[in-house]
């Protein structure tokens, strides 16, 4: 199992452009989760998946939009990217239950000049 | 008030030596608790969960208080290898499956 995978690893975009982040997880799992991760700030919830055809927001959504049309797949959109978005972006996937934790993707280095 | 508190160190320790860290949590209807660890500029990986009975897996051993509201985790005998960030993570279910994540508690263990 190649658990939970990310692409790009990495991109550089210059203020405006658009790109989408591809997560995709061979466990089954219910859940899926984009975080971004910036220094001294810990991992934020941007979006999160309940199930296929499902999404909605955590708790810094504005400038990212998400869609889960398939299972084993979650995509982060940026539509038009902004140096405040320069950040690591990780995905994580879970079950459902309280006691289940999660696994996360190796994660993406965006840059917005 | 952030969901979960922790020391951002860094704890610089000398190899063989003992250290830990706690965290704290806020909310106390918290359901799970684990430990990650994470590696500069890789992702978060599950180091342990953590039980109210406390439990162990080799050099580590994490505690949990749910009246005092804090987790603590115990390494011993550090190697240069645990040198990384390690983070405090809490679940509770709500209408989804959410985890809240500390900041971070970096050790470095030097030869």
């Known amino acids: 199992n190649a658990g939970v995978t990310q692409t790009p690893k990495f991109r550089v975009l210059k203020t405006g452009q658009s790109m989408t982040l591809l997560c995709a997880q061979d466990?089954?799992?219910?859940?899926m989760y984009w975080y971004r991760q910036d220094p001294g700030m810990g991992l934020r919830l941007i979006h999160y998946s309940v199930g296929e055809g499902t999404t909605a927001k955590g708790e810094v959504p504005d400038g990212y939009n998400v869609s889960r049309l398939k299972k084993q797949n979650f995509l982060l959109g940026l539509e038009s990217a902004a140096p405040s978005q320069t950040s690591v972006y990780f995905c994580?996937?879970?079950?459902?239950?309280?006691?289940?934790?999660?696994?996360f993707g190796p994660g993406t280095r965006l840059t917005v000049l | 008030r952030k969901e979960v508190e922790q020391d951002p160190g860094p704890f610089n320790v000398p190899e063989g030596a003992t250290v830990a860290f706690n965290c704290t949590y806020s909310n106390s209807a918290s359901q799970s608790f684990f430990w990650y660890r994470q590696d500069c500029r890789k992702e978060p990986k599950l180091l342990m969960s953590?039980?109210?009975s406390g439990n162990e897996d080799g050099r580590f051993t994490a505690q949990l208080n749910r009246a005092s509201q804090y987790i603590s985790l115990l390494i011993r005998d550090s190697k240069l290898s645990d040198s990384a960030t390690y983070l405090c993570v809490v679940n509770r279910v709500t209408n989804f499956n959410k985890f809240y994540f500390g900041s971070g508690t970096k050790l470095n263990v030097k030869p």
């Open positions: 466990m089954n799992h219910e859940y």
């Open positions: 953590v039980y109210s």
């Open positions: 994580a996937s879970s079950y459902w239950g309280a006691t289940d934790t999660q696994y």
